[in-house]
């Protein structure tokens, strides 16, 4: 599914080095969990892989299904099936959040040469959609996510991805700012998406998401590098013991 | 030459055969104009907007935008009163009758010796030269040769639209509106199209005690056009007045809207959405005085400007002594798409009660580029998430329009301009 090799990334600004070398393979239909120190790159390998702009890729690759994704522009990494729930979502004045959903989803459809959903099958997939993850008909007219708050928002997040049914989500931070029972509703909205062809790639600095998203494969991000790699108990080990040792361990 | 040179190189004619009270009128504003002369850049109210071209004796040559699509409004049920190049097209108009409503041509009741229309003619013009001098508004009063004379006495249900045409390349149009409607009475004026290679209009509203006024104007999207327009209006007790525009294209325009508070708990609107490109420039000027107790003011006005195109915003509030309680809002905002453009904003209060509300502020900037990305990551091509963003910008100022389907029109119209322009 996801396979980044050797990805080095700077500033485009400054001559700063982010990531230095990430090597990561993600199969089809498989969690992995990110973990890290702050600092360590994690926002970054999230941003460069959905395009947002400055940031220089100076050597590696990252492909989605074979395809390289580093050269699209970021609507085309969507309509090829990327997603990014954002750490901190973006409110937009003035666009109503149905307007918003119906847009993006058409336009992914149209990007695939599919032919566009009808308002009437639109309007009865997302109520559907919404209703799972607690969003009432008030937040699906409001502008997006203008007045939301944190945890209403990571779930309007949900609901996007619930919507455009990406192969490969990234989630960044995804549980930041949420108290237990917003975590576990939104880390319901993703179990209920996890299936044999879609991907995800968590990307949380505690343990504790991953109780409600079970990961295959827990790898540790460190200086722009994955330093360890391991199964679910590696996120037990820092959450216990911290990075400190990990960090030694490669040192 | 100097302006007065210019005035005397080309003095427009009086029309002739009018009555007494146009007569009066005309002379009184041929006067007015001549003592202040044409406005020049020196002027401070001329500052950012070049006036030349306004006041050249010839029209500059504007060529008539030409498209196949359904005229702004054209499925509007309303009363349409056509002008062609600024002259009356009668085959296209729908008979001068309505319920509630006594309508006339300014071209038939300027011969009769008396009319209704007497009382506001120039006369609301006249209070708007205080304390800045309108020059371009006294001659039009001067030299107008047709106009609408709307009178409701009665709430009118169904929309009084003036369609502007534009055909011939150098076509100079003068035309003068006056509006009076009735204590209780309620009205609502549309105004359509570029009218001429250039414009100069005037619209005088007297709104009664406990009256409503809407107005919603959209100006014509050929390239080259030009125009100055004014709007005079008069508030009484309780009444309520609201006017949009909405200007996409020509080369200079220049909307000047004078609103005077005189009875109180009255209520004036007025907002305003442009967008051009490259050579555009675009003047806002608003003059709203409060001289009444309890009244409420807004000023909503959105640029979005590319390749080098100008926006101007004056906008004043003036809350006179014993005006209390005056509720005043202005915000004027401009959307820069490059570094070319330009947005100049002059807002200013003037207040001389102490027991009064009133704010204001100005921003000019880019795209939110957060939000472009945002958009983009969930699969919307650039253009059409800059399209969504341009249209949520200017929403604020198209929510200033009472009626819902008229703002549905003006905004499917924008949707779909856009979405052209980007493909």
Avoid at chain 1, 146 to 163: T, Y
Avoid at chain 2, 164 to 169: F, G, I, R
Wanted: hydrophobic share 40%.
């Amino acid at each position: 599914m996801l396979e980044i090799k050797n990805l080095h990334v700077q500033l485009e600004e400054e001559d700063k080095q982010i990531l230095k070398g990430v090597d990561l393979t993600v199969g089809a239909g498989q969690v992995h969990a990110i973990m890290g120190p702050n600092g360590s790159g994690k926002s970054t390998l999230s941003y460069v892989l959905s395009g947002k702009d400055g940031y220089e890729v100076t050597d590696g690759t990252a492909t989605l299904d074979d395809v390289d994704v580093l050269d699209m522009d970021p609507e085309e990494r969507a309509a090829a099936g990327l997603f990014l729930a954002f750490q901190y979502p973006v409110e937009i004045p003035g666009v109503g959040n149905m307007t918003f959903l119906r847009t993006a989803v058409n336009s992914q459809r149209k990007a695939r040469g599919q032919d566009e959903m009808s308002a009437g099958d639109f309007l009865k997939l997302v109520r559907e959609k919404a209703k799972s993850l607690k969003i009432d008909a008030d937040m699906l007219k409001r502008p997006v996510n203008v007045g939301f708050s944190g945890g209403e928002k990571k779930r309007n997040e949900i609901l996007q991805m619930a919507m455009l049914e990406p192969k490969m989500c990234i989630l960044d931070e995804t549980d930041s700012g949420l108290d237990v029972d917003a975590m576990k509703l939104v880390a319901e909205g993703v179990n209920a998406l996890r299936s044999e062809g879609r991907s995800f790639l968590v990307i949380t600095h505690y343990q504790r998401l991953l109780d409600h998203i079970k990961p295959d494969v827990v790898h540790i991000m460190a200086n722009g590098r994955i330093i360890k790699s391991g199964g679910p108990e590696l996120a037990l080990e820092v959450e216990n013991n911290g990075y400190a040792d990990l960090l030694a361990e490669v040192a | 030459m100097s302006a007065a040179e210019q005035l005397k190189a080309a003095p427009r004619s009086l029309p002739d055969g009018q009555g007494a009270w146009a007569q009066t009128a005309r002379t009184a504003a041929e006067a007015r104009l001549t003592a202040m002369g044409l406005p020049g850049r020196r002027d401070e109210y001329w500052k950012y907007t070049n006036p030349t071209t306004l006041t050249d004796v010839e029209a500059p040559a504007a060529e008539a935008f030409k498209s196949d699509e359904t005229p702004v409004f054209g499925d509007i049920d309303a009363l349409r009163v056509v002008f062609k190049d600024g002259v009356f097209d009668a085959e296209a108009s729908d008979e001068l009758a309505g319920e509630g409503l006594e309508i006339a041509r300014l071209a038939d009741a300027a011969t009769a010796d008396i009319h209704w229309a007497k009382d506001l003619y120039g006369v609301l013009e006249t209070n708007g030269q205080t304390p800045v001098d309108r020059p371009l508004a006294a001659a039009n009063t001067a030299y107008a040769t047709d106009g609408v004379l709307i009178h409701a006495s009665a709430k009118v249900s169904k929309p009084v639209l003036i369609v502007y045409l534009h055909e011939a390349a150098t076509s100079d149009a003068i035309l003068h509106h006056v509006v009076k409607v009735e204590e209780g009475a309620e009205l609502t004026l549309i105004e359509n199209g570029p009218a001429a290679a250039r414009f100069n209009n005037c619209l005088e509203v007297d709104v009664a005690d406990t009256a409503a006024f809407h107005h919603v104007r959209a100006q014509g999207r050929d390239h080259d056009r030009r125009a100055a327009t004014h709007i005079f209006a008069r508030l009484g007790t309780e009444s309520r007045f609201k006017s949009f525009t909405l200007t996409v294209n020509g080369v200079l325009t220049r909307n000047e809207c004078i609103i005077e508070l005189t009875g109180d708990d009255a209520a004036a609107h007025v907002a305003g959405a442009a967008v051009g490109d490259g050579d555009f420039h675009h003047d806002d000027t608003i003059f709203i005085t409060h001289d009444a107790v309890n009244c409420e003011s807004r000023q909503v006005f959105k640029n979005v400007l590319r390749n080098g195109a100008t926006g101007v915003f004056q906008g004043k509030i003036l809350v006179k002594a014993g005006a209390q309680k005056t509720d005043g809002y202005q915000i004027s905002q401009a959307l820069l798409l490059d570094g070319d453009s330009q947005f100049l904003a002059k807002p200013e209060l003037e207040i001389y009660a102490d027991d009064v509300a009133c704010s204001h502020g100005s921003t000019s900037g880019a795209i939110d580029e957060d939000a472009l990305f945002y958009l983009r990551s969930r699969g919307v091509p650039e253009t059409e998430a800059q399209n969504l963003l341009v249209l949520a910008f200017l929403g604020e100022a198209l929510e200033e329009i009472e009626n819902e389907d008229l703002a549905a029109e003006l905004l499917t119209r924008l949707e779909a301009w856009f979405s052209r322009r980007s493909s």
